[in-house]
């Protein structure tokens, strides 16, 4: 498919706009470059640490864990998936954070946890699991957007807002991978 750069920005700020669906195309695009975008950065430990309470060290290892690291999956040794979930998470809890769910609160316990069973022999997949008992991260992030999807709340989803880069350097970015066809 041939577009001009005039045709990608206007389509390139449709998407930008607010992702009301996590499993869509566009929040998967997001999360792709958010999650290339987190392993660069240097400052979002810090801030996620001030704004949780747990230590930097602690939010580090979670940061490894979920961005740069390779894990045994059912599929593979590999990198997680980017989520376009915990991309938002991230997002709000480091550069966003008067956006803050109270869900999203619940992700760097839920990922410690994890990670301590991991390091005791227990599959990643089984870790996920038990975590999930534990520190309800992700029931909570799915009922937060199937309220969303039923219109059940009023929202305001980052969706490709992403603060800490400036605009025209995303443009720049998105054009030279001509990621969105």
Do not use: C
């Not at 410690?112 to 992030?141: R, T």
């Not at 309220?147 to 880069?165: E, M, P």
């Amino acid at each position: 498919m041939d577009i001009n750069k005039k045709d990608f920005f206007e389509r390139e700020s449709e998407i930008s706009g607010g992702i009301t669906n996590p499993l869509s195309v566009k929040a998967e695009l997001h999360a792709i470059l958010y999650y290339e975008e987190i392993r660069k950065r240097t400052d979002d430990v810090y801030k996620i640490a001030k704004i949780t309470g747990y230590t930097p060290e602690q939010i580090l290892r979670v940061k490894n864990y979920l961005f740069l690291e390779t894990h045994i999956l059912s599929k593979g040794i590999q990198r997680f998936d980017p989520s376009f979930e915990i991309a938002e998470t991230w997002q709000r809890l480091s550069d966003l954070q008067h956006e803050v769910k109270d869900f999203d609160f619940l992700l760097i316990p839920h990922e410690l946890y994890e990670m301590d069973l991991v390091l005791k022999g227990i599959s990643q997949e089984d870790a996920h699991i038990l975590a999930s008992e534990k520190f309800p991260y992700p029931q909570n992030v799915t009922k937060y957007y199937e309220k969303i999807l039923t219109n059940d709340i009023d929202y305001d989803i980052i969706g490709g807002g992403i603060t800490h880069r400036a605009e025209e350097d995303w443009h720049t970015l998105m054009w030279e991978r001509s990621i969105w066809w």
